[in-house]
């Protein structure tokens, strides 16, 4: 359980940090171009993660376990899938509702992947918790789904949304929802019945995700303008964006070791304390206090994860 927790506390870190980058990024952007931004950025966090996970597995010398993985149609096929669910998909998802509903109801409906999880991996993975375990961690997904909902209350603007990009945005939220779900369900599922090395299903995964995202951006650029406004190339900048994709390379490997050893379930409710951290790491980043509401958020978050982490 430990990996999962470290996982969310890493994560938590990469999400405040790479906030920074994007407030960087899309000053003097049109509101309508900032999701266009959070893709690339989304996209840019990916590829380094790639590269470093490529690198990684070099220095452990994997990359033959990753050929063979590879080899293997009958299960290469459902992790590629996965990779894009939760990778591109996902993310591409979060992207995009955030800048049609709002960043705070898309973090509040995004923060429902355990749930959706939970439900398919009873399905095919055939875990199962006790009642009280199952009643902690829907509190928690509350708690942590008010948390992202008041974390970004502060920093919200008056805009009013038009009921079709409403429709897109809880759309979008929803794949979200599926493609990480999705996700920690298929990596429990590679790794305890089909005996894939965590770390090789990971390095397939960032490679998808990060080709899918290329195959995607690309084309782009050379269509939208929004993408040939420079974003800030000191070289502090270019560092903060290595830094915080290696955190989110640190964070996956973590993650999908807790789902080996402990199971999708466990791991998401370790893996979703990112709130608390990513919250805390905002707010020294800020220099502000944050209200007691989300406090009692991280507390209730914290006791939820304690409790379904638990061996009894």
């Not at 096929?77 to 960043?103: D, E, F, K, R």
């Not at 206090?289 to 638990?310: D, E, K, N, R």
Request: glycine share 8%; with cysteine.
């Amino acid at each position: 359980m430990k990996y999962s927790l470290i996982s969310g506390l890493f994560w938590g870190l990469d999400t405040a940090l790479l906030a920074v980058l994007v407030a960087l990024s899309v000053h003097g952007l049109t509101p309508s171009a900032v999701w266009y931004v959070g893709v690339v950025g989304a996209c840019v966090h990916d590829v380094v993660c790639a590269v470093i996970l490529w690198i990684y597995m070099a220095c452990r010398s994997k990359l033959r376990e990753t050929v063979a993985l590879c080899k293997r149609t009958k299960l290469i096929v459902p992790i590629v899938l996965s990779s894009l669910l939760g990778g591109s998909i996902g993310m591409t998802g979060y992207a995009i509702a955030a800048s049609n509903i709002g960043a705070g109801y898309a973090a509040a409906i995004s923060a429902l992947y355990p749930a959706f999880g939970i439900v398919l991996s009873s399905i095919v993975l055939c875990e199962r918790l006790s009642a009280l375990k199952y009643c902690a961690f829907a509190v928690t997904l509350i708690a942590v789904g008010v948390l992202g909902y008041c974390s970004c209350a502060e920093s919200s603007t008056a805009t009013v949304f038009s009921p079709g990009s409403i429709v897109l945005g809880l759309i979008a939220a929803i794949f979200s929802v599926i493609g990480w779900g999705s996700e920690a369900v298929a990596c429990a599922w590679a790794t305890r019945k089909q005996s894939v090395d965590d770390e090789v299903m990971l390095h397939v995964r960032e490679t998808v995700s990060a080709l899918s995202y290329a195959l995607l951006i690309v084309p782009l650029c050379t269509i939208l303008p929004v993408f040939s406004v420079k974003i800030m190339q000191s070289a502090g900048f270019i560092a903060l964006a290595i830094f915080i994709a290696l955190l989110g390379a640190a964070s996956y490997l973590c993650y999908y070791r807790g789902i080996a050893q402990v199971g999708a379930t466990r791991a998401m409710a370790g893996n979703i304390t990112y709130a608390v951290w990513s919250m805390i790491a905002a707010a020294l980043l800020s220099q502000t206090i944050p209200p007691l509401i989300a406090w009692v958020c991280c507390v209730v978050i914290i006791a939820g994860t304690v409790v379904v982490a638990s061996e009894k």
